[in-house]
């Protein structure tokens, strides 16, 4: 039969392993709740990526409008009149392909959703919009102009 001293050492042993598996629930619930924040934070840094994204294809697509629209007055020594419209148009078409695709890029929506506000989808489509027209109303006055 097991002692007296035999009966506490296991008795100690019993509470050291639960006090032990509580530490271990502890410290993975502590991990779990780090990971989910680590996901949240992670997710956030995409939406402002997306944002610094959006922002670097409008000023491109801005560049290229500006772009296309100097062509005129900067190659009329340069180039023939096909040649420069040929050019403002290219560099203005490339202008509205950078509007449009300002919107796409911008719509896509990280998997976690994130913490912080997103910029309204109407107010995207409404600037894109009317900076898409303005390059429209640009390529037909390259065209018609002399």
């Not at 097991?2 to 100690?12: G, L, P, V, Y």
């Not at 934070?41 to 995409?46: H, I, K, P, V, W």
């Not at 449009?100 to 994130?114: D, Y």
Request: aromatic share 8%; hydrophobic share 55%.
């Amino acid at each position: 039969m097991a002692s007296e001293t035999d009966k506490r050492t296991a008795q100690a042993e019993r509470q050291e392993i639960k006090k032990a598996a509580g530490h271990i629930k502890q410290a993975s619930g502590q991990i779990a709740a780090s990971t989910d924040r680590a996901t949240q934070l992670a997710a956030d840094r995409t939406m402002f990526a997306a944002e610094r994204t959006y922002a670097a294809w409008v000023r491109t697509g801005l560049a290229a409008l500006a772009s296309g629209i100097a062509a005129k007055v900067a190659l009329k020594e340069v180039l023939p009149d096909l040649g420069i419209r040929l050019a403002g148009s290219v560099l203005v078409l490339f202008s509205a392909f950078c509007f449009g695709a300002a919107v796409w890029r911008q719509l896509f929506k990280p998997a976690p959703p994130p913490d912080v506000d997103r910029i309204p989808g109407f107010v995207l489509y409404a600037v894109n919009g009317a900076l898409a027209v303005v390059a429209l109303f640009a390529l037909f006055s390259i065209w018609i102009s002399r």
